[in-house]
C-alpha cells in the first residue's frame, strides 16, 4: 500500500492510496494473477495439460498466461486477433514485445481473422479447436469467469475496511466484481471502463452477489480500449514523475486521470479516503511506446 502525493490533488484534503497488486509476480502480474490462480487449480483438478485463451498482440492477458503456463508446467495456445500476423511471424516477434514475451514463454499462437475472432466463444469454434489441438482447458478472453472472480475477491483483505472508496479500472469485468463482493456495506466501488458503452453494467452484474453499492464512470476512456492521448500521456509521465508509480496507458493509467480529475472537480467530500487497484498491465507499455514513437507521439518513460 502506497500513500500518493501528487501535486495535482495536493490540497483537496481527500486522501488517494495505491494497492500495488502489480507487485505480485514479476510478469504475472496484478489482475492477471488473480485470475488465474483459481483457473490453473481448476484446470489441475481436470487433468487437463493445455490451456488455450484468447487476446489481442498486445494483450495483458496473452502474457501472463504464458508466463504461468511456462510456470506451472501446462502447454499454452493463444488464439490471437489478427490473421495477418502469420504472414511473417519472425518479424512480428521482432517487433511485438507482448508476442516476443509470450513465445519465450513456450506459448504456440493459432492466428485468425477478426472475423472469426467474433465468433470464438460459438460451438463451431471451440469444436475446431479441439480438432485441431485436442483436450483442452479454456480461459475466456481476459480471464473472466466464476474462477477468476473468485481469485479477485481475494484483493480487498481486512486491512483495506479503512477506506471509503474502492476504485478499479474496468476490462471485462472480472476485476471489479470480486472487489465488489469483498466491500463492506460503508464502502462505494467505482469502476473507470477502458471500453466504450454500456454493456459491462450487465456483464458484471452475473457475477456480483449482492446489489452492493458501485458504480462505472464511463468518462475517461479516452476513445475506447488501446486508444491514448497526449494529454493521457503527459499525465502517466508526470505521474511516474512525482510518485515513482508506473502506470500502463490501457487500464490504470486511465483509472488514475479518471481519479485525479475527479478530486480536482471536488466530486469527492474532503476526508474521503480512496484506494485505487493497480492491477498490472505494464507489459504493455513498449507495444505502446512502438506505436507512439511510430506516430512521432510523446512516449512513456
Known sequence: MEQVYFSEIADSGVSLFIKREDKLHPFISGNKYRKLKYNLVEAKNQEKMTLITFGGAYSNHIAASAAAGSQFGFNTIGVIRGEELANNLEEVLQNNPTLKFASKHNMQFHFVSRSAYREKTSKEFLDNLKQQFGDFYLVPEGGTNTFAVKGCE?????????????????????T?????????????TIGFPALKGDFLQNEIKKYVLTNK???LNTNYHFGGYAKVSETLINFI?????ETGIPLDPVYTGKMLFGIVDLIK??????????????T????GIDGMNVYLKNKKLVEIV
Open 237 to 241: 509521465n508526470k505521474f511516474k514523475g
Open 154 to 174: 481475494e484483493i480487498l483483505t481486512e486491512r483495506d475496511i479503512v477506506y471509503n472508496v474502492i476504485c478499479s479500472s474496468v476490462g471485462t469485468g472480472g
Open 176 to 188: 471489479i466484481s470480486g472487489i465488489i463482493n469483498s466491500t463492506k456495506e460503508h464502502q462505494k
Open 280 to 283: 498490472g498491465g505494464l507489459q
Open 265 to 278: 472537480n471536488d466530486y469527492f467530500e474532503k476526508g474521503t479516503s480512496i484506494l485505487a487497484i493497480h
Open 213 to 215: 453499492n458501485w458504480s
